[in-house]
């Protein structure tokens, strides 16, 4: 599971997961501070993240095991 934490005003944001080849692999839109995800479905690997609102775009890499 995935938790994510907000910490501008704006809460509606667009979470985008990608695997190692570029497919995304999850869109969810959310509209709360604190959200949480489910992975499970995912294999192993590694996986890069996109986080997107009306004023940030945060990227980062998640490795799942």
Not at 32 to 55: A, M, R, V
Request: hydrophobic share 40%.
């Amino acid at each position: 599971i995935l938790s994510v934490i907000f910490p501008e005003k704006s809460k509606i944001a667009t979470l985008l997961i990608y695997n190692s080849i570029g497919q995304l692999v999850i869109q969810k839109s959310v509209s709360k501070d604190l959200f949480s995800i489910d992975l499970s479905n995912l294999s192993s690997g590694i996986y890069l993240y996109s986080i997107q609102s009306n004023t940030i775009i945060q990227n980062g890499k998640i490795i799942k095991k």
